[in-house]
């Protein structure tokens, strides 16, 4: 297979476009996410109360919203979700890649102790990247590539 920009599925790698619906609770900007990966990412519990196409995800790290949707006045907490969400501040464990279950302390002792510098070499290492479906999994619903880069970034500046 061939991957361009090292991104492991094929879909995005960069964050959706942002939009102007804020967050009901915290009010700051949200960007959009598929549906689908609402449906995947919501407890069995809730994934009935799924219901309309228009879905955020608050990127606020103090805020317990982590889906909603304005247009039916929709929200999801961190409770309401199957994954912990990496960069919300409390997440446990901080996942870089979702689909293989490489966290991010994952990423950085393969950079710090095993000298690790690409997205290739992590990759190869931890096993990140290597059951692809971040539609699914990843809670906003891209490629986690840039999550690792930010790892392997945030390993390299503590070497």
Aim: glycine share 4%; net charge neutral; proline share 4%.
């Amino acid at each position: 297979m061939s991957i361009n920009n090292e991104c492991c599925c094929g879909s995005k790698t960069e964050k959706p476009d942002q939009i102007k619906d804020n967050c009901p609770v915290c009010n700051k900007e949200g960007i959009s996410v598929s549906k689908v990966t609402i449906e995947h990412l919501v407890t069995d519990d809730y994934r009935n109360a799924v219901d309309g196409d228009q879905y955020k995800i608050c990127l606020n790290e103090d805020c317990d919203v982590v889906y909603y949707n304005t247009d039916n006045k929709i929200k999801f907490l961190k409770d309401q979700v199957r994954v912990p969400i990496w960069f919300k501040k409390d997440a446990d464990p901080k996942y870089a890649c979702y689909c293989s279950e490489v966290t991010e302390d994952q990423v950085i002792e393969a950079v710090i102790k095993h000298g690790a510098r690409t997205i290739k070499e992590v990759n190869a290492l931890t096993g990140a990247m290597k059951n692809p479906n971040c539609k699914e999994n990843n809670p906003l619903g891209v490629c986690c590539h840039k999550i690792i880069k930010k790892a392997i970034n945030k390993g390299l500046s503590m070497k």
